[in-house]
């Protein structure tokens, strides 16, 4: 099974819309870590927000907030206020294990994103 | 500031060739990592390295070999480049923390390798 699902291969979302790119993860280790990156048309790769499994909040960073349903095994990025520079690709991507020993990570095959006027 | 710079950026080669990415980092980082970006695969994992003298295979590590000579740098080789092998390739990095921090991984820009 794969271990990160991203089933959107492509989003278009109007400037000033909120979007919310979908992730589901499957692991049995109880302690594991959700991450989203960015990978702009430039090709760098931007890390955006992380979300660790016994965190009792969502993860917010600016407009980026992460909505963890930790039942569903589902950690969806919402970006509110989409601007035109948000237009890219979208990775989640999920550590299993503690970070002291375990820090490799498997990525979903991404989410484009493309903000409209 | 601290950086990871991997070196070439675009490679063209013939197949069969012995090829070596380079990726240096300055961020002091015990863990570094090399992933191939495929169209309709994501990044996935060919090898990593948690230390000096520290290697381990990833998912897609066949045809793939790494060492670790020093904090900052680890080289990926192909060792007999295949058309397979035509991707783009990303070294990261990470640092080694106790549990309940992310230890989010920094990525370099990409080498782009074509094999003919």
């Known amino acids: 099974a794969q271990k990160i699902t991203q089933t959107q291969p492509g989003m278009f979302v109007q400037e000033k819309e909120a979007v919310t790119l979908d992730c589901t993860y499957d692991t049995s280790d109880p302690s594991y870590g959700l991450f989203w990156y960015k990978q702009p048309s430039s090709g760098e790769m931007i890390f955006l927000i992380y979300?660790?499994?016994?965190?009792?909040q969502n993860a917010t960073e600016g407009r980026y907030s992460l909505n963890f349903q930790k039942a569903r095994k589902s950690a969806n990025l919402v970006i509110s206020a989409s601007q035109l520079g948000d237009s890219a690709m979208y990775f989640c991507a999920m550590r299993e294990g503690d970070t002291g020993t375990a820090s490799k990570l498997t990525f979903g095959t991404g989410t484009r994103l493309q903000v409209t006027l | 500031d601290a950086e990871i710079t991997q070196s070439p950026r675009h490679k063209i080669t013939e197949t069969g060739r012995q090829v070596t990415l380079a990726c240096h980092q300055t961020?002091?980082?015990?863990?570094m990592f090399w992933y191939r970006q495929d169209l309709g695969h994501g990044l996935r994992l060919i090898h990593y390295s948690y230390g000096v003298h520290d290697t381990n295979k990833g998912e897609v590590s066949d045809g793939y070999s790494v060492s670790r000579s020093n904090t900052e740098d680890l080289p990926l080789t192909l060792e007999s480049a295949a058309s397979s092998q035509t991707s783009v390739y990303f070294c990261?990095?990470?640092?080694?923390?106790?549990?309940?921090?992310?230890?989010?991984?920094?990525f370099g820009p990409g080498t782009r390798l074509t094999v003919l």
């Open positions: 979300q660790g499994s016994y965190d009792q």
């Open positions: 990261a990095s990470s640092e080694r923390v106790a549990g309940g921090f992310g230890n989010e991984q920094f």
């Open positions: 961020w002091n980082h015990n863990n």
